[in-house]
């Protein structure tokens, strides 16, 4: 990246909770960066505090020590410029695509005429152009996925986290779902901070990968990938990361 502004920056994050009458840490003084329009992949085995790190980021609980900065000034809870796709979606089943692509919209009272533009673009952006009245139980797994994706978009973030999206798609669809998550982020440029376990799928995607220990979570390396892209998954450079990283990951608790 030419020129590196500063998006998000997490000082010292830490987070706890109590569990059978007992303290348990799951992320420990955790510090980095995130840059303006970056795909940053954090990484770690599962139950290591990824997702707890980004429930932080988006204001969905709140940390027991550390600071969250966006734009240079300290985040307190939710932000709408912050938005989210979770791996369970939870689409409203009686609403139709753009039913479900509009609603963060019309929640903020924007009028139809504004509102079905806005989810119109997004709703094609994600390829999804032709289905706008269909309901989630005629989607597939991989569709659902682009419906959450186009209603995150839709309510205008300027960060877009994404917690494990594709963990429960088939491996062809989720090979699909890499595609066209990379191909949406180069047209838009919005900075994207993505949650994995997956080595490959970190490699392929990320610009960085933040490279966390077993829980509790810690920094144990941040990782740059300077590879062209589309990736080509069996290029020797990429061969060689991918290999780096699994020998640096822990192993999973």
């Not at 973030?157 to 594709?166: G, Y």
Request: proline fraction near 4%; charged fraction near 30%.
């Amino acid at each position: 990246m030419d020129k590196k502004k500063i998006k998000l920056s997490l000082k010292n994050i830490s987070q706890s909770y109590v569990v059978k009458n007992k303290v348990k840490d799951a992320v420990n003084n955790v510090s980095f960066d995130v840059y303006d329009n970056e795909f940053l992949v954090i990484l770690g085995p599962g139950h290591c505090g990824k997702s707890v790190l980004l429930n932080i980021i988006g204001g969905l609980e709140k940390a027991v020590d550390g600071k969250v900065f966006l734009d240079d000034k300290e985040l307190h809870g939710s932000d709408k410029r912050i938005g989210m796709v979770f791996q369970k979606l939870a689409l409203m089943p009686w609403k139709t695509v753009m039913g479900n692509v509009e609603f963060g919209l019309q929640m903020e009272g924007v009028p139809k005429d504004t509102r079905r533009m806005i989810a119109d673009k997004y709703i094609e952006l994600v390829g999804l152009k032709g289905f706008e009245k269909s309901y989630p139980n005629e989607l597939s797994g991989g569709m659902k996925q682009r419906v959450g994706i186009a209603r995150a978009y839709t309510n205008n973030p300027e960060i877009l986290l994404m917690d494990e999206p594709f963990g429960q798609l088939d491996a062809q669809t989720r090979y699909s779902m890499q595609e066209e998550v990379q191909r949406i982020w180069e047209k838009e440029k919005r900075t994207i901070i993505f949650v994995t376990n997956n080595i490959e799928e970190a490699v392929y995607l990320a610009d960085r990968i933040i490279l966390l220990s077993k829980c509790p979570a810690k920094v144990k390396e941040i990782y740059e990938v300077n590879l062209p892209r589309p990736r080509d998954t069996v290029h020797p450079e990429f061969l060689r990361i991918r290999k780096e990283i699994s020998e640096n990951t822990d192993l999973a608790l």
